[in-house]
T-cell receptor, first 116, second 111 residues
Framework: GAVVSQHPSWVICKSGTSVKIECRSLDFQATTMFWYRQFPKQSLMLMATSNEGSKATYEQGVEKDKFLINHASLTLSTLTVTSAHPEDSSFYIC????????????FGPGTRLTVL | DAKTTQPPSMDCAEGRAANLPCNHSTISGNEYVYWYRQIHSQGPQYIIHGLKNNETNEMASLIITEDRKSSTLILPHATLRDTAVYYCIVRPSTNAGKSTFGDGTTLTVKP
């Protein structure tokens, strides 16, 4: 149990276009999901917290109008990178919070975005 | 979230136990210790978590000191596939529980 998927696993796009990344919790419901970004040889950086049915909470320095997050159901959150530029090229990872005695985050496999 | 300190790198011989330490001296009473690992170009994988008692599952054991200021993740019989970056994270167990990642420990298992 506790499987989180992401789609696509990798994407290459032209500068100025928008890219949507999906994150799904496959065998549990998640009222809260998180989006991280990871640059080469660096650790994961939290971008935003996505709550089902409400607006996402963005970390300081993350542009909410550029990284649009939608959490429309208990198993799906999407991240849209709008007007992507080469500096947005990164590894984007989502996680879903499974409730329990101690809430535990389970991570997706990540999406490699390359903006040309 | 409480700050954690981990050694940047460790080596371990294949088949031997790998003991990965983590210091979290500012941990609060309601904060759990979580361990994840990340194999190159993959998302982090949950390993284990604990509050104050030692924990064991099919992947690893977690030893938390009595004062909860440090912990050790033990991989009992390390394999080459255990080579990864291991992250120790301390956070409350509430629904807000976002995880803040430090630099972790790069464990290299050698044949």
């Amino acid at each position: 149990g506790a499987v989180v998927s992401q789609h696509p696993s990798w994407v290459i796009c032209k500068s100025g276009t928008s890219v949507k990344i999906e994150c799904r919790s496959l065998d549990f419901q998640a009222t809260t999901m998180f989006w991280y970004r990871q640059f080469p040889k660096q650790s994961l950086m939290l971008m935003a917290t996505s709550n089902e049915g409400s607006k996402a909470t963005y970390e300081q320095g993350v542009e909410k109008d550029k990284f649009l997050i939608n959490h429309a159901s208990l198993t799906l959150s999407t991240l849209t990178v709008t007007s992507a530029h080469p500096e947005d090229s990164s590894f984007y990872i989502c996680s879903a919070l499974r409730a329990g005695a101690a809430d535990t985050q389970y991570f997706g496999p990540g999406t490699r975005l390359t903006v040309l | 979230d409480a700050k954690t300190t981990q050694p940047p790198s460790m080596d371990c011989a294949e088949g031997r136990a790998a003991n990965l330490p983590c210091n979290h001296s500012t941990i609060s009473g309601n904060e759990y210790v979580y361990w994840y690992r990340q194999i190159h170009s993959q998302g982090p994988q949950y390993i284990i978590h604990g509050l104050k008692n030692n924990e064991t599952n099919e992947m690893a054991s977690l030893i938390i000191t009595e004062d909860r200021k440090s912990s050790t993740l033990i991989l009992p019989h390390a394999t080459l596939r255990d080579t990864a970056v291991y992250y120790c994270i301390v956070r409350p167990s509430t629904n807000a529980g976002k995880s803040t990642f430090g630099d972790g420990t790069t464990l290299t298992v050698k044949p």
